[in-house]
């Protein structure tokens, strides 16, 4: 099945700075790779995400760039504030009718 | 987005007792419902998949005789643990898709439910 791995596992960035994420899976049939963003006892929130036959998409500040020859995938985000602070989590899926599987997390931290 | 709620949103319970914790979707029509559980800092396991009228789908290493899943209707799921221990203890969320979310591949989580069993 699909395995989605994620780095770094914590990562901190002085508040302006930018950070990226990075995921690589492991099954070539996955198309669909969103990118949630969760607080401390809170939903997992989609922020962005990317299908296969697209390289890159933009939203203000945040970025998800696709490399499906690599299977690699990352998320940008510029400009960081203190409210970026949370765990983001890459996932990957096939078809519409398959399960998302989750990538291992990242520990972002924004400091002021 | 669509909504989806939760209830309760934490439940203590002693052990060997057994806890419902429901997921609806408030405004669209689940035909997939999707349980997952969550240990402090670690990532979203999905537990079980279940479509509307039909049984659930359990992902390996799950017992789906203590983990009960019930998606009876369109807008409710229903996750019973039964007969619970302390190593039960978790963060449980559900999360929704419709049929109309097809083409825009999303699922839609709900808050979650935070388990103790003491």
């Known amino acids: 099945g699909e395995n989605v791995e994620q780095h770094p596992s914590t990562l901190s960035v002085q508040e302006g700075d930018s950070a990226v994420i990075k995921c690589t899976y492991s099954d070539s049939a996955s198309n669909y790779f969103p990118w949630y963003k969760q607080e401390l006892g809170k939903r997992p929130q989609l922020i962005i995400d990317?299908?296969?036959?697209?390289g890159e998409k933009k939203d203000q500040r945040i970025a998800v760039t696709l490399n499906k020859t690599a299977k690699h995938f990352s998320l940008h985000i510029t400009e960081t504030q203190p409210e970026d602070s949370a765990v983001y989590f890459c996932a990957a899926r096939k078809t519409s009718y398959d399960k998302v599987i989750f990538g291992p997390g990242t520990s972002l931290s924004v400091i002021p | 987005g669509a909504v989806v709620s939760q209830h309760p949103s934490r439940v203590i319970c002693k052990s060997g007792t057994s806890v419902k914790i429901e997921c609806r979707s408030l405004d669209f029509q689940a035909t997939t419902m999707f349980w997952y559980r969550q240990f402090p800092k670690k990532s979203l396991m999905l537990m079980a998949t279940s479509n509307e009228g039909s049984k659930a789908t359990y992902e390996q290493g799950v017992e789906k005789d203590k983990f009960l899943i019930n998606h009876a209707s369109l807008t409710l799921s229903t996750l019973t643990v039964t007969s619970a221990h302390p190593e039960d203890s978790s963060f449980y969320i559900c999360?929704?898709?419709?049929?109309?979310?097809?083409?825009?591949?999303?699922?839609?989580f709900g808050p979650g439910t935070r388990l103790t069993v003491l």
């Open positions: 990317i299908r296969s036959n697209v």
């Open positions: 999360s929704a898709r419709g049929q109309a979310d097809l083409s825009s591949n999303e699922q839609f």
